[in-house]
């Protein structure tokens, strides 16, 4: 199975930073990534497909790049909607896996 | 309007069942693969289990293989998750989303809870 490891675990960050997250796979998984935003009590956001693919509607301070076994999301300007958790998703092979998630805090 | 909407979740007794529904509307549904995901509380998501969109391709994950059971019923727009042989350990809100291995799962329902316990 591919696993998926996302750094950091916990970030804590400050209204108009640019915010970076690594998802690292343990196989080469071309470029089958999708990121996802969780709030609590809420069903997860697609982000970003395909590594770099912006979902329709997200703004574009989000982006995605990669391929391989690194990626990462960067946000270019966190704004206050943008505190949450966030996920990396390989869809290269079954069984899918899930990153363990990336905690986004207000500093 | 895509909506995606899942019930059947409930209180239930470890080695007992439990069949999850997840009724889709707004978009034609035989013509996209489906999934289930879970979450146990607090921690992260879980993929479980995905369909295509004519049935004849399934994958689950190994936690679940043997004991729960994806089906579809494209006539009906709805999406099933049979769980037999319930474990505490599968308590976890469940998550039904459209979506396949190119772009993502772009579209969740709200989720249904279930609890295992004795």
């Known amino acids: 199975d591919i696993q998926l490891t996302q750094s950091p675990t916990f970030l804590s960050a400050s209204v108009g930073d640019r915010v970076t997250i690594t998802c690292r796979a343990s196989q080469g998984i071309s470029r089958y990534l999708a990121w996802y935003q969780q709030k609590p009590g809420k069903a997860p956001k697609l982000l970003i497909y395909?590594?770099?693919t912006l979902q329709s509607g997200v703004p574009s301070r989000f982006s995605g790049s990669g391929s391989g076994t690194e990626f990462t999301l960067t946000i270019s300007s966190l704004q206050p909607e943008d505190f949450a958790t966030y996920y990396c998703q390989q869809l290269n092979s079954y069984p899918l896996t899930f990153g363990g998630g990336t905690k986004v805090e207000i500093k | 309007e895509v909506q995606l909407v899942e019930s059947g979740g409930g209180l239930v007794k470890p080695g007992g069942s439990l069949r999850l529904s997840c009724a889709a509307s707004?978009?034609?549904?035989?013509?996209?693969?489906m999934n289930w995901v879970r979450q146990a509380p607090g921690k992260g998501l879980e993929w479980v289990s995905s369909?295509?969109?004519?049935?004849?391709?399934?994958f689950y994950a190994d936690s679940v293989k043997g004991r729960f059971t994806i089906s579809r019923d494209n006539a009906k727009n709805s999406l099933y998750l049979q769980m037999n042989s319930l474990r505490a350990e599968d308590t976890a809100v469940y998550y039904c989303?459209?979506?396949?291995?190119?772009?993502?799962?772009?579209?969740w329902g709200q989720g249904t809870l279930v609890t295992v316990s004795s």
């Open positions: 707004g978009f034609t549904f035989s013509n996209y693969s």
């Open positions: 369909i295509s969109n004519t049935g004849s391709s399934i």
């Open positions: 395909a590594a770099s």
């Open positions: 989303a459209r979506g396949g291995l190119n772009w993502g799962y772009n579209y």
